[in-house]
Antibody, heavy 118, light 107 residues
């Protein structure tokens, strides 16, 4: 059974960089696409972008200038960096795997709440 | 970006009721639509993909239909575990976008 687990600081100061890592267990990170999705408290879901195990990426244009994703196949991990954060970036951040049925998501991490505050 | 609009925002129903949630896309998305169930404090769970395909392990009381711009999620007989929030997601055009959610509450 594939499992995903987000890790990283739960509190980030405004203007600094949010960094999260997703560790995949129970399966290989290879041959799949992996995504980051976020959900502000009490609100809906927003796709941040995705990365292939080879390292190719595609980011949501609304966040493109601030997002960087990377993958480490040796550790079965992929990561998210979001720069110049503001309070609007406060959200639960999920990592997820692209389903074989298309660009929806069949495995999700439990989510990591990141609060942007001084 | 393609806008996804769900209706209703809140639905009140009883155990055993048949309920239908609608999701409308701002432009045609063919059948590239998924439905998720999200319980409080948990990650979304994939229920339906490609508009009507049931994800493995999902009970058969859940079904999806539609194409183009209008889609529905139907729960044939509500179980106590089904009272939570549901989201649709289009994956016809990037960036993938979600509806705002429909909360199914106990009447």
């Amino acid at each position: 059974q594939v499992q995903l687990q987000e890790s990283g600081p739960g509190l980030v100061k405004p203007s600094e960089t949010l960094s999260l890592t997703c560790t995949v267990s129970g399966g290989s990170i290879s041959s799949y696409y992996w995504s980051w999705i976020r959900q502000p408290p009490g609100k809906g879901l927003e796709c941040i972008g995705y990365i292939y195990y080879s390292g190719s990426t595609n980011y949501n244009p609304s966040l493109d200038s601030r997002v960087t994703m990377s993958v480490d196949t040796s550790r079965n991990q992929f990561s998210l960096r979001l720069s110049s954060v503001t309070a609007a970036d406060t959200a639960v951040y999920y990592c997820a795997r692209k389903s074989t049925g298309g660009w929806c998501f069949d495995y999700w991490g439990q989510g990591a709440l990141v609060t942007v505050s001084s | 970006d393609i806008q996804m609009t769900q209706s209703p925002s809140t639905l009140s129903a009883s155990v055993g009721d048949r309920v239908t949630i609608t999701c409308r896309a701002s432009q045609s998305i063919s059948r590239w639509l998924a439905w998720y169930q999200q319980k409080p404090g948990k990650a979304p769970k994939l229920l339906i993909y490609k508009a009507s395909s049931l994800e493995s392990g999902v009970p058969s009381r859940f079904s999806g239909s539609g194409s183009g711009t209008e889609f529905t999620l139907t729960i044939s007989s509500l179980h106590p575990d089904d009272f939570t929030t549901y989201y649709c997601q289009q994956y016809n055009a990037y960036p993938w976008t979600f509806g705002q959610g429909t909360k199914v509450e106990i009447k």
